[in-house]
Nanobody
Framework: QVQPVESGGGLVQAGASLRLSCAAS????????MGWFRQAPGKERDFVASIKWTRATYYADSVKGRFTISRDNAKNTVYLQMSSLKPEDTAVYYCAAGGVSPNAKDYNYWGQGTQVTVSS
């Protein structure tokens, strides 16, 4: 079992970069597939990126080429490096454990979320 805790959100201008971190407790972190989702007001929770325990990565088309997901198993942490941010990236970003697919229902453990706001 892992418990994700997100950090690193904030208010930035369009075109800026931001790095989100997800620290996950649990001894078996390195064996978990991890993912990032986001949810804008009034919208569904959408897949952003995921990384398998093998370090294979997957991205939503909307962020491909701008966002990079990575993991540091020694620190039990997953990162989401976001660059060339756009106002439409504004959302609460959630870290999740236990899945790698774009389907949120496949993930077992969720963090509380961190707000990212991109101003134009």
């Amino acid at each position: 079992q892992v418990q994700p805790v997100e950090s690193g959100g904030g208010l930035v201008q369009a075109g800026a970069s931001l790095r989100l971190s997800c620290a996950a407790s649990g001894r078996a972190f390195s064996t978990y597939d991890m993912g990032w989702f986001r949810q804008a007001p009034g919208k569904e929770r959408d897949f952003v990126a995921s990384i398998k325990w093998t370090r294979a990565t997957y991205y939503a088309d909307s962020v491909k080429g701008r966002f990079t997901i990575s993991r540091d198993n020694a620190k039990n942490t997953v990162y989401l490096q976001m660059s060339s941010l756009k106002p439409e990236d504004t959302a609460v970003y959630y870290c999740a454990a236990g899945g790698v697919s774009p389907n949120a229902k496949d993930y077992n453990y969720w963090g509380q979320g961190t707000q990212v706001t991109v101003s134009s």
